[in-house]
């Protein structure tokens, strides 16, 4: 059993780490946000090109090898796979600690380390979580989630890509669509089709796959806003072995509620950095002051009202984050962060629009303006992302309020009979 600092002793071990490796936030570069000083830049998916990206790749890596190698990478994890076993409460103070220093970004790692690394130590073999694990928290390799499929989305059970036997490995043929990073992940999560006969949950399974493998094509799909983030992944005779199987054969399904779950938790739960990603209310107060509306009474209440959306969801979030961090499983109740981090970004995005007005529409190189069209147009991807708005009323409606099943096809359709025939 590791030692376990109190958290005293920890703040003051996670201070001299970060001493000896970072910059401290200063008042200049760092400090409360003035209109018109620092990158302007509001986007919510990367736009960068892949030179770009593989530079600031290489840089969020060499961080976390460096907090992996000073015992800071993984700090709540199993001693086995590399984690401190230290509490939640640590992990607050590392954050705390983290929050004064400049590190690079390193949300390469989110899908990965948020949804399928839980997703291996809850249900892959033991050497392969000992393979995988320690190297994706030092940042060595990073995770992809491959679910989507063309006809497969919402109704993720109806996937077709294939896994059929073959001797002691399975060989994996068809497509994903939207698969956020693929084109610098290392390892993928992927839910295949083992058995077309058995009822659509029932016939799915788990593997952890090599995306550098022969048999794995990553193209890339441009979005509105100009980046290329997610890619359609084609997967031609890919050989994968039966031990990166996750789970049971056609015991997939249980696979994908874990990584879902995750998923939810991590989207819901991250907000984006603040305020769904546009840091704090500083900069639409900065906004109303800078266009002389700041004393307007409507644009005063509406502000008002987007700010409030995000502190209610925020002390939401935390008490159903709380309930994971002391060792529950997240629930469907994490459907409700997600969905209120949308709700609140399309709010956002509604006040910056009527402040803004034309400006939101040509770029003139006016500071703070044309950079929300970003924004604004990252916004429906986030509602789809990880499950739709729609997806997941449902979910809360059935499974945390206890409404009545909504029909379906595959359920309680009235309909259901009717179809078949
Ligand atoms: C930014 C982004 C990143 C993504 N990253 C990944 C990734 O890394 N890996 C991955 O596997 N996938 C990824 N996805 C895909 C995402 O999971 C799917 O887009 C999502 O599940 C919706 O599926 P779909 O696009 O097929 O839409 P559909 O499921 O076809 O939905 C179309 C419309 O029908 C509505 N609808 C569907 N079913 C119901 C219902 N039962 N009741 C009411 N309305 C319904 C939906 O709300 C939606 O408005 C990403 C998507 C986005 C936008």
Redo the contacts with the bound molecule.
Sequence with gaps: MPDSPSLAEFESEVTAFFDANAERKDEEHDGPFKWGQGKDDLSL?EEVDRDVEREAIVAAQGWRAKRYDAGLGWITGPAQYGGRELSQAHERVYNSVEGRYRVPPTSYFG?GLGMVAPTILAHAQDHVKARYLPKMYRGDVIG?????????????AGLQTRAERDGDEWVINGQ???????QYADIGEIICRTDPDQPKHKGLTGFVIDMKAPGVEVRPLR?MTGGA??NEVFFTDLRVPDDHRLGDVNAGWSVALTTLLNERASIGAGSGGGMGGIGNAARLIEMLRHFGLDRDPVFRQELAKVYAGFQVAKWNNQRAMDKIKSGQAPGPELSGAKLSLTKNMQAVSAFAAKVLGPRLMADTGEWGTFSWAQFICGV????????????L??IIGEQVLGLPK?P?IDTTSPFKDLLKN
């Design positions: 998916f899908i992809a989630q491959l679910f989507s499929e063309p006809g497969a989305g919402s109704d993720l994903k669509v939207w698969t956020s990073g693929a979005q983030s997610f429906p991807g986030m509602r789809v992302a990880g499950g739709t708005d729609e997806v009323r449902k909504e379906g």
